[in-house]
């Protein structure tokens, strides 16, 4: 008949010397069951918390002060970059976009030269280029408007609240 296998539990597992063997044989509800506390120098070469300096934590960017001030790491004041658009950079930008927009035909003479920029222009230059070329807005063509999810509120006369006609009342009804 085949004999039972089994590990060896005090084989790689600390088991309890002296008084703490003697207390776990009478308190413990199986005395047979390992610990379950690996023998340190058994299995893993140089066993854990045997080496004699101690750790220190490595040196970042993140770890010198000087690099690493409160208002970068303060992630509550994260607030959204801005961006600035000069007037003489919006100006360029609406004489750009108010012609045609279409893609012209590749040219066969290629030069190294780069395109010359268009020489900078008030605001108030570049809105009448624009308008002048062609009506902006027309009834059928309204500028942009937020979009709302309720109606706006148009104030309308109600019928005033009851009182003395002869006495001073100014207060004016609307819904």
Do not use: C
Not at 119 to 142: F, G, M
């Amino acid at each position: 008949m085949a004999t039972k296998k089994a590990a060896e539990s005090t084989l790689y597992h600390l088991s309890p010397k002296g008084f703490w063997k003697k207390f776990r044989e009478v308190a413990a509800v199986n005395s047979e069951i390992s610990s379950g506390l690996p023998i340190q120098g058994a299995h893993r070469f140089p066993p854990p918390a045997s080496r004699p300096e101690r750790y220190s934590t490595p040196a970042t960017k993140a770890s010198d002060p000087a690099q690493n001030p409160y208002w970068k790491r303060d992630v509550r004041r994260a607030y959204p970059q801005l961006s600035v658009v000069t007037q003489s950079q919006l100006s360029q930008l609406l004489i750009e976009h108010s012609g045609v927009q279409s893609v012209a035909a590749p040219e066969e003479n290629k030069s190294d030269v780069p395109a010359q920029a268009p020489e900078p222009t008030t605001l108030a230059q570049a809105i009448a280029t624009v308008t002048s070329a062609s009506k902006v807005y027309t009834e059928d063509k309204l500028p942009p408007a937020l979009p709302i999810p309720f109606q706006r509120w148009q104030p309308k006369r109600s019928a005033d609240a009851p009182h003395d006609p002869f006495a001073y009342f100014p207060m004016v009804m609307y819904n």
